[in-house]
């Protein structure tokens, strides 16, 4: 059974920074999309960064370039989301999901098509 388990979420204010985790099990696949997604209250839910297992390369919504950083431990299965100068409209759960398929099309979509996510996390950023 695959499974996805988030961490690191949190209160902090305006310019502050958190670090998600998210830990992956039960899958074995080596060529795989991996990503945060996150959802605002009365809000769609949105892509915020991907990274793709084998070729490394990654996304990032516009938002959140320049603020957060994503990047991937292959050996202990975990991959993070570094976000900096974090703004009050940052405030959203943000899941972790994995995509079998190699493509950004997930990340792009808000979540189409991605086979597994986890519980999710909450953000507060306070102004």
């Known amino acids: 059974e695959v499974q996805l388990v988030e961490s690191g979420g949190g209160l902090v204010q305006a310019g502050g920074s958190l670090r998600l985790s998210c830990a992956a099990s039960g899958f074995t696949d080596d060529d795989y999309t991996i990503g945060w997604f996150r959802q605002a209250p009365g809000k769609e839910r949105e892509g915020v960064s991907c990274i793709r297992s084998r070729r490394g390369d990654t996304y990032y919504v516009d938002s959140a370039k320049g603020r ?18 974090l703004k009050p409209e940052d405030t959203a759960v943000y899941y972790c999901g994995l995509d079998r398929l190699p493509t950004y099309i997930g990340c792009r979509s808000g979540g189409l098509g991605m086979d597994y996510w986890g519980k999710g996390t909450l953000v507060t950023v306070s102004a």
């Open 68 to 85: 957060f950083t994503i990047s991937s431990d292959n050996a202990k299965n975990t991959v993070y989301l570094q976000m900096d100068s």
